[in-house]
């Protein structure tokens, strides 16, 4: 750790300093189960185990006297059986001395031990006070602090690898050699201003503007991981659409593999959004079938189902448009390409699902989904569609699953999804060297990139170096805020709000 960091650190105690009693909390959820974990911390946690903790014979010492990661069987306060584990500090989760009591899951014996300690001086932990602690004193910064939480409510392998390289340092590390660059050319700078101007030598201000043009494209590379990095925390939120009786809902029953919405040949049986998690090659997909889009409906139900599904749209990263035989009237396939072309305006993906291939020999060339799509959706992919063939099902995962990773809806993609093989892509496959996946990340990093190509500007520009100076070191003050290394204490206690009692 830096001095600067040191500094920091010192300040943060300082500042809260009022904060550091002891707090207690269980760390495990609501509710009996066989075990149950609560969690001490503080100046007088061991002190409070001693008063209510009597080890198993002499061989266990009492928790005052236990070294760190030790543990010790015995009775709680005439309670329960427990068996005790001790952390002393600095070598813990909050950098304090920790205390963690495994006793049987109860609801009963649960809050008979939480009120023990609460009666013996300790304080119920606010939610998030443990990793906030962990912050302040220094054992991790806040983007490895929310990383915490991103591994406790991830739902799949990659949401739970990506939150892993965070919490150890993936994105901190990348962050810290970007300000070290920037800091670099500070000092730089600050060499510069101290001679007298006709000293200036074009060399200097050339190697300025290259410097700082090497710092503007590897934020932007940091920028543009967001992209990737928030599909994998927040899943890939997929809308099936269409006009009634498309498809839709066998299109989302083939991709869940189970009958989860009702199929029938009666326009209009889906009335509301279906939402379905699915876990597809290791990401979370959240799949939402909707109501089929008719021009117009006298049916209040129908025209509250339309209203929900062009909400979901509104949300969508990808839209599964589905186009089937028999084709509308000329108003309702004008209104399909109207309301395509208007997701494709908002920036939004559309694939064009042809369902009902294997009926399209039967169909008049005037009926045909494909010649239709090719006459007045050419710029917009298209695949074909049959809910009897498995590899169209194959060819439809694969083109999802690539476009999650490459951000393209590249058609006849050869891509093995298996649990064997999603090791050989995700995040581990990504190029960048750090990928963000909060929009805190991305808000700062723009801003940061903003201020360094205004510096880089100005530089071009000629303009003077202690202009160039202040705005690279509003740069490097917003940059540090990914990490927690300047940021106002109103943002800690946000971020750490959110997080659940007894992290």
Not at 70 to 88: C, L
Not at 260 to 284: K, Q
Request: charged fraction near 25%; aromatic fraction near 6%; proline fraction near 4%.
């Amino acid at each position: 750790m830096t001095r600067e960091n040191d500094n920091l650190v010192e300040q943060k105690l300082h500042t809260h300093s009022a904060e550091f009693d002891t707090i207690a909390a269980f760390s495990t959820p609501p509710g009996q189960s066989g075990l149950a974990v609560l969690r001490l911390s503080g100046p007088e946690a061991a002190s409070i185990c001693d008063r209510l903790f009597r080890p198993y014979g002499d061989k266990f010492p009492l928790p005052s006297k236990m070294e760190g990661y030790t543990m010790a069987p015995g009775i709680w306060a005439g309670i329960d059986e427990v068996v005790i584990a001790a952390f002393r500090a600095p070598h813990s989760y909050t950098g304090e001395d920790v205390y963690e009591i495994s006793c049987h899951g109860g609801n009963a014996v649960r809050q008979a031990i939480l009120d023990s300690l609460i009666n013996n001086g300790a304080r119920l932990a606010e939610p998030g006070e443990f990793s906030k602690r962990a912050f302040i004193s220094g054992k991790m910064d806040l983007a490895q602090a929310e990383a915490v939480m991103d591994m406790i409510h991830a739902e799949s392998e990659q949401q739970s690898e990506l939150a892993f390289a965070q919490l150890r340092g993936r994105l901190s590390r990348a962050v810290r050699t970007e300000l070290d660059k920037l800091y670099g050319i500070l000092a730089f700078l600050e060499t510069l201003m101290d001679w007298d101007e006709e000293e200036a030598r074009p060399e200097d201000r050339l190697q300025v503007s290259r410097d700082l043009a090497a710092s503007e494209q590897s934020l932007s590379q940091l920028a543009d991981s967001f992209r990737y990095g928030r599909i994998v925390r927040e899943g890939l939120s997929v809308v099936i659409a269409g006009r009634p009786n498309a498809g839709k809902s066998s299109l989302l029953n083939a991709l869940t593999a189970n009958e989860r919405a009702i199929v029938s040949d009666i326009p209009g049986t889906t009335r509301d959004t279906i939402e379905i998690d699915l876990n597809l090659g290791g990401y979370l997909l959240r799949l939402t079938d909707t109501a089929g889009l008719a021009v117009k409906s006298d049916d209040p139900i129908e025209q509250e189902g339309i209203k929900r599904a062009r909400e979901a749209m509104q949300s969508a990263d990808l839209v599964l448009w589905v186009l089937s035989p028999p084709l509308g009237s000329a108003a309702e396939l004008q209104d399909e390409i109207n309301t395509i072309k208007r997701i494709l305006d908002r920036g939004q993906k559309v694939l064009l699902i042809l369902g009902k291939d294997d009926l399209r020999a039967t169909v008049p060339a005037e009926e045909d989904p494909a010649s239709f799509a090719a006459e007045y959706l050419e710029d917009v992919p298209t695949i074909a569609w049959s809910a009897r063939r498995e590899e169209d099902l194959e060819d439809l995962r694969n083109i999802l699953l690539n476009y999650i990773e490459q951000d393209t809806l590249e058609l006849n993609v050869k891509t093995d999804i298996s649990a064997e093989k999603t090791s050989a892509h995700g995040v581990q496959s990504q190029t960048s060297p750090a990928i963000m996946t909060h929009s805190r990340h991305k808000a700062l990093a723009d801003k940061s990139l903003e201020q360094v190509s205004a510096a880089r500007e100005a530089t071009d520009a000629g303009l003077s170096y202690d202009l160039i100076a202040t705005l690279l070191r509003s740069a490097v003050e917003t940059l540090a805020g990914m990490s927690g290394d300047d940021v106002s204490e109103t943002l800690i206690d946000t971020i750490f709000s959110r997080f659940c009692i007894g992290k």
